[in-house]
Structures are given as C-alpha cells and as structure tokens.
C-alpha cells in the first residue's frame, strides 16, 4: 500500500526565498505532524493536525513557518524569507488517530539554503 | 536536564554481540514509550512500543522502570543489519501529540 509521500526530496534555495512543501498522507491516517530534524540532531516537533480540528501550533518557530491542511488531505508546509538556519531534514509523519501509537513518516524534504 | 536523553554512543560491536541501550526521561506522568530506528539519511521507522511489563520481539528486548524513569533496549545476537541509529521516544501526555524525541544513539555492527 501507499505510504506517506513528500515532495520535493531535495530542495535548494536561496536565502530570503519562499519555499513550500508538500506532504501527502496515508488515506484514513487523520493525524499528521511535521518535524524538522537538523544534522545530527534529534526530530524538533513543528505542527500537528488532528481531522478538522484546530492545529497545534505550538512547535513552529517563527510566523516565518505555516502550514495547511484541508480536512484529512495533502498538507503544505511553507517557510518564508529562508534563512540558513533553515536548512534541514522535514519530515512529515502520519498516525491512525489521535491516540495511536505509530507514526509513519515520508521520506523527508532535505531543504538547503544557501 | 533534557526531557529525553540517551546514551551518547557511538556504539561499536561485533556481530554476535549483545548491545544495551539506556534513555531516561523527566516527565514522570508520561503514559506510553517507544523505541525507532533511524538508518543512515533515512525516515524513522517504529521499532518497538515499551510495556511496563516489559516486551521482547525476537532479538530485541525493551523494559520499562517507571521507579527510576528509564527505559532500555537489549538487542542479543547483532546484525550488521541492525546498524542504525536508535531513537527513545516518550509521549508525556498520553494522546501522542507531541512526542518527545531523544537525540538517539548510533550502532554499528561490525563483521
């Protein structure tokens, strides 16, 4: 079966640029977080979605960082005016609900700003 | 402190060998534990849950001491397959919103 997909895998922009990336779910799968995981470092938590229910906010970094997502489908992440410390693994990850207890991931947008 | 930390590793050990992991976490109300494996420019991937009573899945056994706050993965008998990075991951809240995410540890198997 389908897993979790992103795009693009890589990304490489310049610093002050707008860049948007995109995950798509495993279909029934109604939570869905984004992570960012720097080198060598450990998953940072950025935003969650649960159904249509308000999203949790709460890991973003700066208003820099927003994400959508419509119902239980493809979500966006945006980050605009890119700078360096940007740059990073994000990872997407999708759960059956609420309370379960795997989170399957996509295969990350490894995002380079020079 | 850190509300998960591990091991620092790297470990390095031959096949065959039997390598422990440790990982301690802050939040003493945390509900539900878990270990995953990270291989090399690779997306996590779930190893195994942690019980209070303990669980084993073949060569791998996880423990729980809620006492002491930490959790331990034993893996017996090592494959140079089972070279990755290991990640200890808590959920304090219970409803697997924000996990918590240790910096892991790296193994490598060698022949």
């Known amino acids: 079966g389908a897993g979790v997909s992103q795009s693009p895998s890589n990304k490489v922009t310049e610093k002050g640029k707008d860049v948007e990336l995109r995950c798509d779910p495993i279909s029934g799968h109604t939570a869905l977080y984004w992570y960012r995981q720097r080198l060598g470092q450990g998953l940072e938590f950025l935003i969650y979605f649960q159904g249509n229910s308000a999203p949790d906010k709460s890991g973003l970094p700066s208003d820099r960082f927003s994400a959508e997502r419509t119902g239980e489908s493809v979500s966006t992440l945006t980050i605009q005016r890119t700078q360096q410390e940007d740059s990073a693994v994000y990872l997407c990850?999708?759960?059956?609900?609420?309370?379960?207890?795997?989170?399957?991931f996509g295969p990350g947008t490894r995002l380079t700003v020079l | 402190r850190k509300e998960v930390e591990q091991d620092p590793g790297p470990f390095n050990v031959p096949e065959g060998a039997t390598v422990a992991f440790n990982c301690t976490y802050s939040?003493?109300?945390?509900?539900?534990f878990f270990w995953y494996r990270q291989d090399c420019r690779k997306e996590p991937k779930l190893l195994m849950s942690v019980y209070s009573s303990g669980n084993e899945d073949g060569r791998f056994t996880a423990q729980l001491n809620r006492a002491s706050q930490y959790i331990s993965l034993l893996i017996r008998d090592s494959k140079l397959s089972d070279s990755a990075t290991y990640l200890c991951?808590?959920?304090?809240?219970?409803?697997?919103?924000?996990?918590?995410w240790g910096l892991g540890t790296s193994l490598a198997v060698n022949p």
């Open positions: 991951v808590v959920n304090p809240a219970g409803n697997n919103r924000k996990l918590i």
């Open positions: 939040n003493s109300a945390s509900q539900s």
């Open positions: 990850a999708n759960a059956v609900g609420a309370g379960a207890n795997e989170q399957f």
